[in-house]
């Protein structure tokens, strides 16, 4: 057994924009916990959640890692994530694994795009947060500016718990046990010790009656529900300072950590659901040891040598050595012949997991990401919210270098998405291609050198098309007589439909107006399945239609000649024929994207921008004298943006982009793709 139990534990994901020093901190804060002996750097690849070849090469966090220590009576688990935008989604895998967020935020570059859409996520879903400012041991003078900035941003309820010392050298609490006479950088102890009193009071009533009738001093103690709640409900968000390169601000820090942030019986409970589509129904967990087993795996890792890892986060239950679980609705119960607490990329041994912690199993073929664990048939169809990933806009089509690597390729591939469901594979028939799709270049470009430096498969690739779809635009009727007369058996089948445009996204729908058997019920999924075949090979430019609904409103069968295959055709058929006659058009994908540049560039970059059809939705200008630009742009016009954005701002921009939206793209566009 652990010599914890559930309510020593905290876990903490730490995001946050990249450079930001998250792994720095957490290869700090295992030393001065004396988990590790040898303190390692990320510039000279030898830190411990830094552990993979490629993170040592690249000197970035690529993958989430687990590192966990024990601080005075506590067990900490924390998580590093990537703070580069292409690996967003793999950052955000972890989230549903713990209580709360450990933000880090640069000194110097203040919120950057990650270290919004993480606070943004995290807020989401419920997660108290708390705010680390690192990298102050350079950058002192803005801090105050800073602080503000957070405020505006994400609240008032963001507040100092500690501040730094006039020079810069260590912090001074203003929480546990203040000291009025201490000398801040800024503002000072006592106000800013008044201040969060006051913000965790606020859930409290009849504590600030005490504190205000009798002037009492709260204890820490006293105060700790109240400051749960307040952390629960976003209204408080603490601010430390640190600097993980100096040692400066580590023990405050890690108190912090152990007596403010929730454990997990405090904090937002896990949100479990019971059954299936409208069958859906959110389910309480007890957390209790002594329950049924339920677990929830968040990541895999899969490794040529140690195979499948999952790693889990149990919720209620107990799990041992030599016990016996159900992965989701399976059936076959397989056996645990070991657990594992992960050190960065080694694997300690553990007897038995309790509520609450994170570990992991290795070599179960069957575990995957959001997959449930557990020991009784109770609890299947059991299932946590699918989390809402970012969406893929870049991809790379892919080809085995030598003839015959197909399936290999094709094995490797779903390797890297089972690891990082923000990847995607799409074959393109039409094309004959199989193209990897991710947030960005670099997401797919990591992904492929995994794949062959890790799982030794070497892929040729080349530009894909951009994801161009098809539409229509007006509502049309059409109708096709499928006969064919060949010697032995005949075919017939004869289909009246009308197609309509639908909103943007909505993707498909099919309906069935036959009345009076004029085609037998069993022939109409035949008529669906032709149009979604000609759907997938579109009428202009061989590109995917979407957004249309078809209504079937008529046809005629023949009692011997019809089949499945004559409804098909006849399906396909009038299908394309009413596409011709709705205005059909080709859509091209946008993106929301944010570019931050030194304020000076502003000119330069809009002017760029708008020359390759971007919209200006809005700017805003940042504290530390730069500016975040916020455009939607076709995907198609940002081919080489990142060269285009070095080359204008001398290295100093950075943007990220989500995927917006399908619009019609203008008629040069269409025009050219046609031919
Ligand atoms: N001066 C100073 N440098 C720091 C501090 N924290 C981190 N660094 C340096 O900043 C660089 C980036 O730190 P990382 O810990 O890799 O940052 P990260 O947030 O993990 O970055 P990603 O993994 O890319 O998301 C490294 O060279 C660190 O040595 C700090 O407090 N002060
Ligand atoms: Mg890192």
């Not at 890690?254 to 997990?264: A, C, D, F, Y």
């Not at 022939?523 to 957004?547: N, R, T, Y």
Request: overall charge negative; some cysteine; charged content about 20%.
């Amino acid at each position: 057994m652990p010599e914890y139990r559930t309510a020593q534990i905290r876990n903490l994901a730490l995001m946050g924009h990249t450079g930001s020093g998250k792994s720095t901190l957490i290869e700090a804060l295992l030393y001065r916990a004396h988990a590790i002996n040898n303190r390692g750097r990320v510039d000279k690849g030898t830190n411990h959640a830094d552990f993979t070849a490629q993170e040592q090469a690249h000197h970035h966090s690529l993958e989430p890692s687990f590192l966990s220590f024990d601080y005075h009576e506590h067990h900490i688990n924390l998580i590093d994530t990537p703070g580069l935008a292409d690996f967003f989604g793999r950052a955000l895998l972890p989230l549903p694994a713990v209580e709360s967020v450990l933000l880090v935020v640069h000194a110097d570059r203040g919120i950057e795009a990650v270290t919004q859409r993480a606070f943004e996520h995290a807020r989401e879903q419920g997660k108290a947060i708390v705010v680390v400012i690192n990298h102050i041991d350079d950058h002192l003078p803005g801090l105050e500016a800073l602080v503000e900035q957070i405020q505006t941003r994400f609240g008032h309820g963001c507040l100092p718990v500690n501040l730094p010392l006039a020079d810069g050298s260590a912090v001074a609490d203003c929480y546990f046990s203040p000291d009025s006479n201490t000398q801040t950088l800024f503002s000072d102890v006592a106000s800013v010790h008044d201040e969060l009193i006051d913000t965790v009071l606020e859930e409290d009533e009849a504590l600030m009656e005490l504190y205000l009738e009798q002037g009492e001093s709260l204890s820490p103690e006293q105060l700790h529900a109240p400051l749960e709640t307040a952390l629960r409900q976003g209204h408080l968000v603490p601010i430390c300072f640190t600097s993980a390169e100096q040692d400066i601000g580590l023990s405050a820090l890690l108190k912090v950590l152990v007596e403010v942030m929730p454990n997990p019986l405090e904090a937002t409970p896990p949100q479990f659901l019971k059954g299936w589509d409208d069958q859906e129904q959110p389910v309480t967990i007890s957390q209790n040891p002594e329950d049924h087993v339920l677990a929830h795996v968040f990541r895999v890792g899969i490794d040529p040598f140690v195979g499948k890892m999952g790693v889990v986060r149990l919720h209620q239950g107990t799990i041992d050595t030599g016990m016996r679980l159900l992965i989701g609705d399976g059936r076959k119960p397989f056996k645990i012949s070991h657990l594992f607490k992960l050190q960065g990329g080694k694997q300690l041994e553990l007897k038995q997991a309790i509520p609450g912690d994170i570990f992991a199993l290795a070599k179960i073929d069957g575990l995957e990401v959001d997959a449930i664990l557990h020991d009784s048939h109770d609890e299947d169809h059991y299932h946590m919210p699918k989390l809402a990933l970012p969406q893929p806009i870049f991809g790379l089509a892919v080809k085995p270098k030598r003839r015959g690597d197909e399936q290999k390729i094709a094995d490797v591939l779903h390797k890297l998405v089972a690891e990082d469901p923000s990847l995607h594979i799409e074959h393109q028939e039409n094309q004959n291609e199989t193209v990897l799709q991710g947030l960005g270049d670099l997401h797919v470009q990591i992904a492929l050198e995994k794949a062959n430096e890790v799982f030794n498969v070497d892929m040729d690739t080349a530009k894909p098309s951009v994801a161009y779809k098809e539409t229509i635009t007006a509502p049309a009727e059409a109708m096709h007589r499928h006969k064919k007369q060949t010697g032995g058996a005949g075919q017939f089948g004869e289909v009246h439909l009308r197609i309509e445009p639908l909103s943007r996204g909505e993707g498909f729908q099919f309906e069935s107006q036959v009345v009076g058997g004029a085609i037998p019920g069993q022939f109409i999924p035949a008529i669906e399945k032709g149009v979604k075949e000609a759907m997938a090979q579109g009428f202009l430019a061989s590109f995917p239609m979407q957004d249309i609904k078809v209504v079937v409103l008529d046809g005629k069968h023949h009692a011997v000649d019809s089949k499945e295959i004559a409804f098909v055709a006849a399906g396909k058929k009038a299908f394309l024929e009413a596409v011709s006659k709705a205005s059909p058009v080709i859509l091209e994908p946008l993106v929301d994207m944010h570019v931050q540049v030194p304020q000076d560039k502003m000119g330069d970059i809009t002017g760029d921008l708008s020359a390759h059809r971007a919209m200006v939705c809005g700017t805003e200008a940042l504290d530390n004298s730069s500016v975040d630009i916020n455009v939607e742009a076709p995907l198609a016009a940002l081919d080489d943006y990142a060269t285009r954005l070095k080359a204008m701002t001398g290295g100093e921009g950075q943007y990220s982009m989500t995927f917006s939206r399908y619009e019609v793209a203008p008629p040069s566009v269409q025009e050219s793709l046609m031919h």
